[in-house]
């Protein structure tokens, strides 16, 4: 009975580069959430997604950054033309309703831009 | 809009000593509120909760009670070990969205 599956645990990308961070939820859960955790801080909301459907994008910065939950397959946040900036810890949660109660995080992706 | 504020840390402890970590909140109403722990290298792990005014949350030896009077759920251990070394984090659930609003987090170092 997997958790949520978060890959690649670590990545190392340059500045300019596309960044593919990969989430599987719990089985049985619909309901995929992604936060971003910068040095020395606590966890910010990105994006929250169910199946096919973004819910609600209002943390994900403007430009750069795309998530998208298919059908079939992991959730997947895209960062376009990394810069130093984005080096972080990214971390996705899964829940069967609607969260935030009932949350499971994934052991999340440390990106960092060189 | 709501927040969470945590003391700062790190918080440096020897075995079987106190632990309180204070935290205090900003909310409109009473939501439920959190505790998670994050183990080096690990994602967050929900250690307790109360979902309403006056709750105890309890786990592991950890206790936090819900106080709306102070608007406060300060995490507190009569007897810390080594493996509780971690960074945790206070949270409530963001009014209007399916998300956590988190405090900054508090490392706690434990040395034998």
């Known amino acids: 009975n997997a958790g949520v599956m978060q890959n690649p645990r670590h990545l190392v990308r340059r500045r300019g580069q596309e960044a593919r961070l990969r989430c599987s939820p719990m089985?049985?859960?619909?309901?995929v959430y992604w936060y971003r955790q910068l040095p020395e801080e606590g966890l910010k909301f990105m994006v929250y997604?169910?199946?096919?459907?973004?819910?609600?994008e209002s943390g994900m910065p403007k430009e750069r950054f795309s998530a998208e939950f298919p059908k079939e397959g992991p959730s997947i946040l895209r960062i376009q033309q990394v810069v130093r900036g984005d080096s972080a810890a990214y971390f996705c949660?899964?829940?069967?309703?609607?969260?935030?109660?009932?949350?499971?995080f994934g052991s999340g992706t440390r990106l960092t831009v060189v | 809009g709501d927040s969470v504020t945590q003391m700062e840390g790190p918080v440096t402890l020897s075995e079987e000593a106190f632990l309180t970590i204070n935290c205090t909140y900003t909310?409109?109403?009473?939501?439920?509120l959190f505790w998670y722990v994050q183990y080096p290298g690990e994602g967050l792990q929900l250690l307790l909760k109360?979902?309403?005014?006056?709750d105890k949350g309890s786990n592991k030896g950890f206790e936090a009670t819900y106080r709306k009077e102070t608007t406060s759920f300060h995490l507190e251990k009569g007897s810390v070990q080594v493996s509780d070394s971690a960074v945790y984090f206070c949270?409530?659930?963001?009014?209007?969205?399916?998300?956590?609003?988190f405090g900054s987090g508090t490392r706690l170092q434990v040395q034998p």
């Open positions: 949660a899964s829940s069967h309703d609607r969260g935030p109660i009932g949350y499971t």
């Open positions: 909310a409109t109403g009473y939501p439920s």
């Open positions: 997604l169910q199946k096919e459907n973004i819910i609600d």
């Open positions: 089985k049985g859960h619909s309901h």
């Open positions: 109360a979902t309403k005014a006056d």
């Open positions: 949270a409530l659930p963001d009014t209007g969205r399916r998300a956590l609003t």
